[in-house]
């Protein structure tokens, strides 16, 4: 940034801090004139929920699109046909005026946020490194950090790399690692190529540490794969400050539920999705996924800790305090998929500090957060068992008794689509083609295996909203089954067999069950009760089978990113996405709105059109007394772009 531009940038941050007053970081509830954004879920215990109440029921519908601003992404990507980016999955924060968002490609921007002006761009260049592991280009966002005039931007990015910058111009903090740089792929407890390690979600930073989780191949493509340690780094030098292994070492509490010595090489078992902390108790939150591979586990015998188990650890120090495994052994792929939510609630007239995991199975587990105690019994129950040769499937899975589950799990015959009588027909005879039955049903070799909800049903990282007046939480899902086929091993890999997942047909686009194919549920965490459930999207707008049937909305098997305000509960869509030959992926736009729901009811009550689809949680803030609404859209096949909405046209 040369002389011009740096004074230009300051002489803007003046302009906002008269607009706001004193610029405070604190909430404003009563003339909000100011609100800020500060980290991914608005909180670090991941509420995604504002106070404002300036946009409103009586107003929503008037919202405008304010200003639209590209990612930079898209001139990368003109300019070299060879790469491509996944949708742009980032919230951005808002901090005194200024928006900081992270790109697909981990670029990194501070836009004005209420004109839409780019004030500097941040690119790490890791677009040089060639296509990422897993989904590749994709990210969700940067963490913020602030001691006194020293105001830093943070993120982790797709190539492996903890970056500092200075959220005044956007330079390399230097004495932060390596000129501004650490390189996450040392200081592992095994060497880790880039090209199967990186970040894609943002880090968290409690106690002046930086947490960060990892990126790491679903699939095994080695005989030894990344591990999903997660590390603390000092927020002032990148120092690293301890390692807690996600699949513990010789001696360490969980050693013994890795059999035949499979620690030593299985990978993954990391924490690839958004963390959650409690600055008061100095505790971070970690939702653990799968160990490799996702859908066998005959080379990795026993229950498997910390795969698939939320652990709270020391943020200072790594200890772990307590754990709770949310299935033992798991091959459905079944990563906790969200940030855990931090609730203050009250269960029969006792306070208590608790913490809710929403899952891909549609299960909330609810407890204690100092303890790890359920707030309600959790039941250990029989679940079927595999017959593939080398497999040892646990006997039981772990069943909340409250809240029940808030969306369809496993497969029956009563549950299918029964619209119609000829659609009832075609659903049972492609029924036959399928190995299924309830949650927890094992894959087989003759047939493929129906998981519903599959991987990227449930909740997946949209997660649940959390409101802290009423203890009210909102979680969106979708059943999104899949069928799992299991074929032979590549030979160079010690595993009999890996499993193929890909979507389960459907009858011209009608899914084989019964709607709805998408919801929004509120559950009362004082009690564990659910208070509504409302179908979210219709797809019978664009079925001409449906259009004329006397049918409520049937809902639409795509993710719902949530925004929680002091009136609303607000959600943005996403369309279809699929992967096409060649490793290109297509986002298709169908009806891109972002809606409102009655907090209280679930009565939808407004819809307001975008250009495209939402692709990320949405969020709000407030500058010069006005409140703002901020949605990322696109990428893959559409131009990536920021929207930004509010009550009023801005010049």
């Known amino acids: 940034m040369d002389w011009t531009t740096y004074s230009r940038f300051v002489l803007q941050l003046a302009i906002i801090a008269s607009l706001i007053g004193c610029g405070?970081?604190?909430?404003?509830?009563?003339?909000?004139?100011?609100?800020?954004?500060?980290?991914?879920?608005?909180?670090?215990?991941?509420?995604?929920?504002?106070?404002?109440?300036?946009?409103?029921?009586?107003?929503?519908?008037?919202?405008?699109?304010?200003?639209?601003?590209?990612?930079?992404?898209?001139?990368?990507?003109?300019?070299?046909?060879?790469?491509?980016?996944?949708v742009w999955e980032s919230t951005p924060l808002v901090i005194d005026g200024v928006l900081y968002t992270s790109t697909s490609m981990s670029q990194v921007a501070a836009i004005n946020a209420v004109t839409g002006e780019t004030l500097w761009i941040y690119d790490p260049e890791s677009w040089k490194n060639g296509i990422p592991s897993n989904a590749g280009f994709a990210h969700r966002g940067v963490e913020y950090?602030?001691?006194?005039?020293?105001?830093?931007?943070?993120?982790?990015?797709?190539?492996?790399y903890l970056i500092a910058l200075n959220a005044i111009n956007g330079e390399l903090i230097s004495t932060f690692g390596e000129n501004g740089r650490v390189d996450l792929?040392?200081?592992?407890?095994?060497?880790?190529?880039?090209?199967?390690?990186?970040?894609?979600?943002?880090?968290?930073?409690?106690?002046?540490?930086?947490?960060?989780?990892?990126?790491?191949?679903?699939?095994?493509?080695?005989?030894?794969?990344?591990?999903?340690?997660?590390?603390?780094?000092?927020?002032?030098?990148?120092?690293?400050?301890?390692?807690?292994?996600?699949?513990?070492?010789?001696?360490?509490?969980?050693?013994?539920?890795?059999?035949?010595e499979s620690w030593k090489t299985i990978g993954s078992a990391n924490a690839w999705t958004m963390l959650s902390a409690d600055e008061e108790l100095g505790y971070v939150y970690i939702p653990f996924s799968t160990p490799q591979n996702d859908f066998y586990g005959g080379n990795r015998h026993g229950d498997g800790l910390f795969g698939e188990t939320l652990v709270c650890l020391d943020a200072q120090t790594g200890e772990r305090i307590w754990h709770f495994q949310i299935a033992h052994h798991g091959i459905w792929d079944y990563d906790l998929p969200a940030a855990p939510n931090l609730i203050d609630v009250n269960v029969n007239g006792e306070n208590i500090k608790g913490i809710a995991q929403a899952t891909k199975q549609a299960f909330l587990f609810v407890s204690d957060r100092v303890t790890g105690e359920p707030i309600w019994p959790i039941e250990e129950k029989p679940v079927p068992q595999s017959n593939i040769t080398g497999e040892k499937t646990s006997a039981t899975q772990p069943f909340p008794t409250r809240p029940l589950p808030y969306d369809r799990q496993g497969v029956s015959l009563e549950e299918v689509n029964d619209l119609t009588p000829e659609l009832k027909e075609k659903a049972l005879e492609?029924?036959?083609?399928?190995?299924y039955g309830p949650i927890y049903t094992p894959h087989v070799l003759d047939k493929p295996t129906i998981?519903?909800?599959?991987?990227?049903?449930?909740?997946?990282?949209?997660?649940?909203?959390?409101?802290?007046?009423?203890?009210?939480?909102?979680?969106?899902?979708?059943?999104y089954p899949l069928q799992i086929r299991m074929v032979d091993s590549p030979s160079q890999l010690p595993h009999a067999v890996v499993g193929i997942p890909s979507p389960l047909e459907t009858m011209?686009?009608?899914?084989?069950?019964?709607?709805?194919?998408?919801?929004?549920?509120?559950?009362?965490?004082?009690?564990?009760?659910?208070?509504?459930m409302s179908p979210l999207g219709d797809i019978s707008r664009a079925h001409e089978e449906l259009k004329n049937?006397?049918?409520?909305?049937?809902?639409?098997?795509?993710?719902?990113?949530?925004?929680?305000?002091?009136?609303?509960?607000?959600v943005g869509q996403e369309g279809n996405t699929q992967r096409q030959e060649g490793g290109q992926r297509e986002f298709v736009s169908f009806e891109p709105s972002l809606v409102a729901f009655d907090k209280q009811t679930g009565e939808m009550i407004g819809e307001v059109p975008l250009p495209q689809n939402a692709t990320a949680a949405p969020m709000t803030y407030v500058v010069g007394g006005e409140q703002f609404i901020a949605v990322a859209t696109g990428g893959a096949s559409m131009p990536a772009e920021l929207i930004v909405l509010s009550l009023q046209e801005i010049d």
């Open 185 to 260: 792929t040392k200081g592992l407890s095994r060497e880790v190529s880039r090209n199967l390690y990186g970040m894609s979600s943002p880090p968290i930073i409690t106690r002046d540490v930086i947490i960060t989780g990892s990126k790491v191949h679903d699939v095994p493509v080695s005989e030894i794969m990344p591990p999903g340690d997660v590390r603390g780094f000092d927020v002032r030098n990148g120092e690293q400050l301890w390692t807690f292994h996600s699949i513990p070492h010789e001696g360490e509490f969980g050693w013994e539920t890795w059999q035949n």
């Open 451 to 479: 998981m519903l909800p599959g991987w990227a049903g449930g909740s997946s990282w949209a997660g649940a909203a959390f409101d802290p007046e009423t203890g009210i939480a909102y979680i969106s899902s979708i059943i």
């Open 549 to 570: 049937l006397d049918i409520p909305p049937t809902g639409r098997p795509s993710r719902g990113h949530m925004l929680l305000t002091k009136s609303l509960l607000i």
């Open 24 to 86: 405070s970081n604190e909430i404003q509830t009563t003339d909000e004139s100011s609100w800020n954004w500060k980290s991914y879920a608005s909180d670090k215990a991941s509420s995604k929920y504002s106070p404002l109440s300036q946009i409103n029921k009586e107003n929503f519908k008037d919202l405008t699109i304010a200003w639209k601003w590209e990612s930079p992404d898209q001139k990368i990507l003109a300019d070299n046909s060879d790469l491509h980016t996944w």
């Open 430 to 435: 492609i029924l036959k083609n399928y190995h």
């Open 145 to 160: 950090w602030e001691s006194g005039n020293d105001k830093r931007i943070i993120i982790g990015t797709v190539d492996g």
């Open 508 to 532: 011209d686009g009608i899914p084989i069950w019964k709607p709805p194919y998408g919801r929004v549920t509120a559950i009362d965490l004082n009690t564990g009760d659910h208070r509504w």
